[in-house]
């Protein structure tokens, strides 16, 4: 089964001034993440306002972002949902356009204990082929529940195209716990940008970045020195992309990243409300501030 790997750029969704989903803009985006050398999409997660869209709007992401990645570059779709059966119509729906796997955000809001979480997962890749991979989504911060290592394995056990975990908490003591997991056949890949090759040093497969969107060469760069085994490289490479996302305010507002693309000639399209776009005066300060970067 396929697995995400290298940068793994998690994608914004652009909106129209009316709020429809942009999907020329979508396309743009695309095309231009590609170009830039990521080795994987993830459209419709946190980074793309996911539960601000109905199902059928995030149907349409997919299908856009599928279809224009044309099967140049890895495509999981993230399909996590508030209910169970929006979340499997969304997985199936991956499936039946191609992509190459799905991402589940644990349940949020209200608290699941362990059981509750293994059912879960359990319920939605019964729902999917066997060879239909999966990843794991954890949040704790905004989803509200956590799942611990022991846990994961539960879920490793029971759901064999669950390849993985992707891990949004900067916690390094977890990451290497989740590494353990299946007696190390388990995919991880942080969400944390910042920690990008402490992570690839201790073995995991890549990042889920939402900066990389904006500034996807940064996000290369750590890559590929890594991959050549150039440490020291990819060292420097690393402190360059910090300060980007410590300029993004480490993706806690996505209109940030919008702006940005627009800066660089990719329609980065508005926010979905009760998100706000930035104002006048935020979009000129932000624009003095990327100026040396573009």
């Not at 089964?1 to 129209?16: D, E, R, W």
């Not at 590929?224 to 996302?245: I, M, P, W």
């Given at each position: 089964?396929?697995?995400?790997?290298?940068?793994i750029?998690?994608?914004?969704?652009?909106?129209?001034?009316?709020?429809?989903?942009?999907?020329?803009?979508?396309?743009?985006?695309?095309?231009?993440?590609?170009?830039?050398g990521?080795?994987?999409?993830y459209?419709?997660?946190?980074?793309g306002?996911?539960?601000?869209?109905?199902?059928?709007?995030?149907?349409?992401?997919?299908e856009?972002?599928?279809?224009?990645?044309?099967?140049?570059v890895?495509v999981f779709?993230?399909?996590g949902?508030?209910?169970?059966?929006?979340?499997i119509?969304?997985?199936?729906?991956?499936h039946?356009i191609?992509?190459?796997?799905?991402?589940?955000?644990?349940?949020?809001?209200?608290?699941?204990?362990d059981?509750?979480?293994?059912?879960?997962?359990?319920?939605?890749?019964?729902?999917?082929?066997?060879d239909?991979?999966?990843?794991?989504?954890?949040?704790p911060?905004?989803?509200?529940?956590d799942?611990?290592?022991?846990?994961?394995?539960?879920?490793a056990?029971?759901?064999?195209?669950?390849?993985?975990v992707?891990?949004s908490?900067?916690?390094?003591r977890?990451?290497n716990e989740?590494l353990?997991?299946?007696?190390?056949?388990?995919?991880?890949?942080?969400?944390a940008?910042?920690?990008?090759?402490?992570?690839?040093?201790?073995g995991?497969?890549?990042?889920?970045s939402?900066c990389?969107?904006?500034?996807?060469?940064?996000?290369?760069?750590?890559?590929k020195?890594?991959?050549?085994?150039?440490?020291e490289?990819?060292?420097?490479?690393?402190?360059?992309?910090?300060?980007?996302?410590?300029?993004?305010?480490?993706?806690?507002?996505m209109?940030?990243?919008?702006?940005?693309?627009?800066?660089?000639?990719?329609?980065?399209?508005?926010m979905?409300?009760?998100?706000?776009?930035l104002?006048?005066?935020?979009?000129a300060?932000?624009?003095?501030?990327?100026?040396?970067?573009?």
């Amino acid at each position: 089964m396929k697995k995400l790997y290298g940068v793994i750029t998690a994608m914004t969704t652009p909106f129209t001034a009316d709020g429809k989903v942009d999907t020329a803009a979508l396309e743009e985006q695309t095309e231009y993440l590609i170009e830039k050398g990521i080795q994987c999409l993830y459209p419709c997660g946190t980074t793309g306002e996911m539960y601000l869209m109905s199902a059928e709007e995030r149907e349409l992401v997919a299908e856009t972002v599928v279809k224009k990645a044309a099967g140049r570059v890895t495509v999981f779709i993230h399909v996590g949902a508030m209910t169970v059966d929006e979340t499997i119509r969304l997985a199936q729906h991956a499936h039946k356009i191609g992509a190459d796997g799905v991402g589940v955000v644990t349940p949020s809001y209200f608290t699941v204990n362990d059981r509750a979480m293994v059912e879960y997962y359990k319920t939605v890749c019964a729902a999917l082929p066997d060879d239909f991979p999966v990843y794991v989504y954890v949040i704790p911060q905004l989803a509200h529940n956590d799942i611990s290592a022991a846990t994961m394995e539960q879920i490793a056990a029971a759901c064999k195209n669950v390849v993985g975990v992707k891990y949004s908490f900067a916690d390094m003591r977890r990451i290497n716990e989740y590494l353990q997991v299946r007696n190390g056949n388990f995919s991880v890949v942080p969400g944390a940008d910042d920690l990008f090759l402490p992570a690839l040093v201790c073995g995991c497969d890549g990042v889920v970045s939402g900066c990389s969107g904006p500034f996807p060469e940064a996000f290369v760069a750590v890559y590929k020195a890594f991959q050549s085994g150039d440490l020291e490289g990819a060292r420097k490479a690393q402190v360059a992309a910090t300060e980007l996302v410590k300029l993004m305010q480490f993706g806690g507002d996505m209109s940030i990243f919008k702006n940005i693309l627009t800066f660089r000639g990719v329609t980065g399209g508005h926010m979905r409300k009760p998100l706000l776009d930035l104002t006048d005066e935020q979009v000129a300060q932000l624009k003095q501030q990327v100026a040396p970067y573009i």
